[in-house]
């Protein structure tokens, strides 16, 4: 009795002396631990996720990779893998369990392995969120009395949810909904058994036993993991023993993306941490851009297309690199592979090597490991590029174009071609030889109504080139101005029949002591022409003389109504021909006010901003258009119109200010962050008259459709889509270094832009190709060929399920029958008179016998006038 007597007071001392030194650790680290209740309000680092407007997953921006889930959303053998495997009595303990430190210690003495861990998921939770991961004994102290906090306060599938959302598990994935995407590419719901045990396997060592690091390791690790899910009882033999047969299939899978729009990703990235600053990548703000998902894929398609064709007409100017040269050992196919499998991809361009080269044939293995052929038709273009204004020969056999050895770039066509006798659709695909364009591109369409960017384009290809050209690259416009330079001339008088002389120029310039003679680019001239020929046929003197009409400095003014920067016009009568630079979308901002009836919006990208909870914290609040029908039915709109148009008109009339102001002061990050409500709609300024604004749709209208039977513009080539609601303006700068095509349609404006990156290059010209068809582009390179196709592909597609718009003609606008030659009145019904708008008052008076009689226009006096 005595001994066990004694027994029970050692065990008793014992006991007090734990408990004692157990509470004593307590106080001692007390003052350092964290206070476990903000894990009731966690914001676990989630990233910042791009949308187009309807939906589609642009870009995905964040250190971690991380999908959240509730619970309920992740599959009970997901939780039940890493209960077996983490902590079987993760139900029944406190938060630290004395008994699977007992078991865990067990197995290390008699196994010597570690098979099982002793942290519990909850201490593995209190690690993650407030300690490190340092293997000291005061760490493991912490993470004990955390964990018995945490248990505490949450639940258990509180903490189980916690701990499947923030686990590291490789690859900056965290959490088991990012684990999913990044190793097979699903969500949690389509895991199999066996990929379910390979997610649950990796908080061990997730650099190490990952499946893309090691499958090997990662099968082992799998397999632990079923082992114990079977002896949990949570499996039964025959689903462990399948899984344990299902192969491992992974491979890295960066986030979902739905739409590939990297130029619109960086831009709304950019514009996030301006406004954010870092914290945007982590707290999981959903960034709503105004690109339309259809419309974008239809810019790029029709940029990189007409991109492409440009460069294939100016030749052939190589391969990329010589592998093996004629009787050196060729690569198999495998090893072919392999020496491409670093090499980038361009979009439609792929990296491939030509294994043999017959007559009129090329034998082909890409970087994918297909094994191809490209015939004739896919070769034929690739006469050799000399220079960006001359082109050799065509060639006659593949053997002119392509050597065995050649590492080169191939397209692979398929379309689906309609079989008129069985009236079946059969599916074809070819190979075609290609390059990467030397030159590049720029695209952007934007709403007129209120400023949405819908789609934007900044060049060939982002992995080659990151810069935006669309916002970034300013050039100089060319004839692209020149609607602009006849609005200030009709706000001064012009009409559309004004007859303005197309004749020489001879300026004495006085700086450089010379004289400037601006030419027509055919070199040709008409004598006294109507104003809406001029702008059509985009002739360059008439532009000059509109300019003169109006005045230079009060055109320079003029223009700043359309958001142009002031230092960005020259003052000087060049401006008329395209002297000033402007990038893309400012271009395009400023043809919309001419599409929208004369109100001035302003271009933006990010609609709106959601928190992780998805709610508004960001909207941009765009000025819209509201115009005269608009106004006759609400009259409150019409109050706000004018008091915009008031504000906008006082901003213009004041000198330019060239002091910088005083910074404001930065909201905090706090404030930024505040849910919001909707604003209330705002209105955008009238700038220009409706009158005015139709006046210039009319003449660009004319660019493209010309006057029946009698002219057609340089942007004829748009006859094609075969509607009248449509109008543009072609550009080429000095020497061709810039070609561009702004245009517009019903609800939409675009504008396209091509050019060499190096602004000493010009797009020179191309000769005739012997091996292709008739329809081949040939000669100098300008507005209309270079440019103009990408926009035309482009509204063919923007357009296609839009009706055709009838014609809304402003009030105060009046349509006279005038005589085609001098512009007055006509009383005659044939091919010499036609029907010609006139804002009310400006129309003629005078019929054409009596101007004739008077020789109302003399041009010695047009000369000096104009």
């Not at 005061?138 to 004990?144: F, N, Q, T």
């Not at 009129?360 to 070769?379: F, L, R, S, Y």
């Not at 220009?688 to 604004?693: R, V």
């Not at 400006?842 to 004739?852: D, G, L, N, Y």
């Amino acid at each position: 009795m005595k001994f066990i007597k004694r027994l029970l007071i050692l065990a008793l001392i014992c006991i007090i002396l734990g408990v004692g030194t157990i509470f004593g650790l307590y106080l001692y680290v007390k003052p350092d631990l964290p206070d476990v209740a903000e894990l009731k309000n966690v914001e676990l680092q989630t990233p910042m996720q791009v949308y187009s407007e309807d939906g589609k997953l642009i870009s995905q921006f964040g250190e971690k990779r991380r999908i959240p889930l509730t619970l309920d959303e992740i599959p009970l053998l997901m939780r039940e893998a890493f209960i077996a495997t983490e902590d079987s009595r993760f139900y029944e303990h406190p938060g630290v369990d004395p008994i699977g430190i007992a078991r865990a210690a067990f197995v290390v003495l008699t196994s010597g392995s570690a098979r099982q861990g002793a942290s519990t998921i909850t201490q593995q939770l209190a690690r993650n969120f407030f300690l490190s991961n340092e293997k000291k004994l005061m760490r493991k102290i912490k993470e004990a009395f955390i964990a018995i906090h945490i248990e505490k306060l949450l639940t258990k599938d509180e903490i189980l949810d916690l701990y499947l959302n923030k686990i590291y598990l490789g690859y900056r994935a965290y959490g088991v909904g990012a684990a999913a995407q990044v190793y097979f590419g699903k969500t949690v719901d389509q895991l199999t058994l066996s990929e379910i045990a390979v997610i649950a396997g990796l908080p061990k060592a997730p650099s190490t036993m990952n499946p893309i690091y090691s499958i090997d390791r990662a099968t082992t690790r799998r397999n632990v993991v079923l082992m114990r899910m079977f002896e949990e009882g949570y499996i039964t033999k025959a689903q462990m023993d399948a899984a344990r047969a299902e192969p491992i299939v992974s491979h890295y899978h960066g986030a979902e993306i739905q739409l590939y729009a990297p130029y619109v990703a960086e831009r709304a990235r950019a514009w996030m941490v301006n406004r954010y600053g870092e914290a945007a990548y982590e707290r999981g703000m959903k960034v709503y851009t105004t690109i339309n998902s259809k419309l974008q894929l239809d810019a790029q398609q029709a940029a990189v297309n007409n991109l492409l064709a440009y460069d294939q007409r100016h030749g052939y100017r190589g391969p990329v690199a010589v592998i093996w040269k004629p009787g050196q050992t060729p690569l198999n196919a495998n090893q072919i592979v392999d020496k491409l499998k670093n090499q980038p991809v361009y979009g439609q361009l792929i990296p491939a090597i030509v294994t043999k080269v017959g007559e009129k044939t090329a034998n082909i293995v890409t970087k994918n490991g297909d094994i191809a052929v490209i015939n004739w038709n896919g070769m034929s273009w690739a006469r050799k590029f000399i220079s960006d204004s001359r082109q050799g020969a065509a060639p006659r056999k593949a053997s002119d174009i392509l050597t065995a050895g050649q590492q080169i770039w191939v397209q692979h066509k398929q379309s689906v071609v309609s079989d008129k006798v069985d009236n079946a659709s059969v599916s074809t695909s070819e190979w075609l030889l290609s390059q990467t364009p030397a030159v590049n591109t720029a695209f952007v369409a934007m709403s007129p109504n209120n400023g949405a960017v819908l789609a934007m384009v900044g060049g060939f290809n982002y992995a080659q080139s990151k810069f935006n050209r669309a916002t970034q690259s300013i050039r100089q416009v060319g004839s692209g101005i020149k609607p602009f330079i006849y609005s200030a001339a009709i706000e001064k008088g012009l009409t559309l029949a004004t007859l303005i002389n197309d004749a020489p120029i001879t300026k004495w310039d006085k700086w450089q002591g010379k004289a400037w003679r601006p030419k027509n680019s055919d070199g040709k001239y008409g004598g006294p022409t109507r104003a809406r020929i001029g702008l059509a046929r985009s002739i360059n003197v008439m532009a000059i003389r509109a300019l003169r009409i109006a005045g230079l400095d009060f055109t320079i003014d003029y223009l700043t109504r359309f958001g142009f920067k002031r230092s960005d016009l020259p003052r000087a009568e060049p401006i008329a021909l395209g002297a000033g630079s402007l990038t893309p979308l400012e271009l395009v901002q400023g043809y919309s006010v001419f599409v929208n009836g004369g109100y001035a919006v302003e271009p933006f990208l990010i609609n709106k901003v959601d928190n992780n909870d998805d709610q508004l914290i960001y909207y941009a609040d765009p000025a819209i258009v509201c115009n005269e029908a608009c106004q006759a039915k609400n009259p409150q709109a019409k109050m706000q119109v004018a008091m915009a148009t008031a504000v906008e008109d006082h901003k213009l009339d004041q000198p330019a200010d060239n002091t910088k102001p005083a910074p404001a002061e930065k909201p905090t990050l706090a404030d930024l962050e505040q849910v919001i409500t909707m604003p209330p709609v705002r209105y955008a300024p009238e700038v220009i008259s409706e009158q005015n604004a139709f006046l210039v749709r009319e003449m660009l209208n004319s660019n493209i459709w010309g006057e029946p039977g009698k002219s057609y513009g340089t942007g004829w080539r748009a006859k094609v889509l075969k509607r009248h609601d449509i109008g543009g303006k072609t550009g080429t700068t000095n020497n061709a270094k810039d070609a561009w095509y702004t245009g517009f349609g019903p609800n939409i404006v675009a504008t396209t832009w091509v050019g060499f990156d190096d602004h000493r290059r010009e797009l020179g010209r191309t000769s005739w190709n012997n091996n292709l068809g008739k329809n081949q582009t040939i000669g100098g390179e300008f507005g209309g060929n270079a440019a103009q196709p990408a926009w035309i592909n482009f509204m063919r597609q923007a357009l296609k399920n839009t009706p055709e718009q009838e014609k809304q003609i402003p009030d105060d606008i009046v349509k006279v029958r005038i005589d085609r030659a001098t512009g007055q009145l006509s009383n005659r019904d044939d091919a010499s008179s036609m029907y010609e708008y006139f804002i009310k008052g400006t129309e003629p008076t005078r019929s054409v016998q009596q101007a004739t009689s008077e020789r109302q226009f003399d041009t010695e006096t047009a000369e000096e006038l104009f």
